[in-house]
């Protein structure tokens, strides 16, 4: 599945540094995701965009910021994360305005030392 | 509250067996029902969905599942388990528009020769 495209493919970072998570989608899609997927728990919905603006937050805390400049591309910015935080960071999109599934990047995989 | 259960947790299958994969939801709505799966280093790559009708569907790559609604179950089948098929897969349930899909925690697939 290349039609969602995630970079870094993988990030080790301290607690007190800042960096961003990219994801890129060339599907024409309108409504782009952020989830998280730690060891033995369920992917968790972060947030959701669609047409640029931000429709879901799912109770994420602050020190994660989404950015959406466009509908084809979405961010992740990080600062001062926890080893909690730890995880594969997957990005999604649809198409928004049907019954249409998501497609999946191959994710970040983020580590905190 | 929407819930999916997934509980097996590891499944070894022999090459050339027969597969079945449970998934059990929790929804007050009409449910819409995906099965994903996910290989080492990659994301989700959906292999089938579930809106209405047919109880039987199919998929990419020779799966299959049931819908069934008094046993709240969406099981996911193959007749013959081949050695790519190892990975983990993931059933998930959402509304309509399917923006906010809640997944199940996985199961992983092992094929012995």
């Known amino acids: 599945e290349t039609g969602v495209t995630q970079t870094p493919r993988h990030l080790v970072m301290g607690m007190t540094n800042k960096k961003s998570l990219k994801c890129e989608q060339h599907l024409g899609h309108n409504a782009m995701y952020w989830y998280k997927q730690s060891a033995k728990k369920p992917l968790e919905l972060m947030f959701v965009y669609n047409f640029k603006e931000q429709t879901e937050n799912n109770s994420v805390p602050s020190r994660f910021s989404p950015e959406c400049p466009n509908s084809s591309h979405l961010f992740l910015h990080l600062h001062t994360l926890q080893p909690e935080d730890s995880a594969l960071y997957l990005c999604a999109s649809s198409p928004g305005t049907s019954n249409q599934p998501q497609h999946f990047g191959d994710g970040t995989r983020l580590s905190i030392l | 509250a929407q819930s999916v259960t997934q509980p097996d947790i590891h499944i070894t299958v022999s090459e050339g067996a027969s597969l079945e994969l449970r998934c059990n939801y929790s929804y007050g709505a009409t449910p819409y029902l995906f099965w994903y799966v996910q290989s080492p280093g990659q994301g989700l790559q959906l292999l089938l969905k579930?809106?209405?009708?047919?109880?039987l569907v199919q998929g990419i790559k020779g799966f299959e599942a049931e819908f069934k609604r008094s046993q709240s179950s969406f099981n996911l089948r193959k007749p013959s388990v081949h050695w790519s098929d190892a990975a983990e897969y993931f059933c998930a349930v959402g509304p309509q528009g399917f923006q906010k899909l809640v997944f199940g925690t996985g199961t992983r697939l092992l094929v012995s020769p």
């Open positions: 579930y809106f209405s009708g047919d109880t």
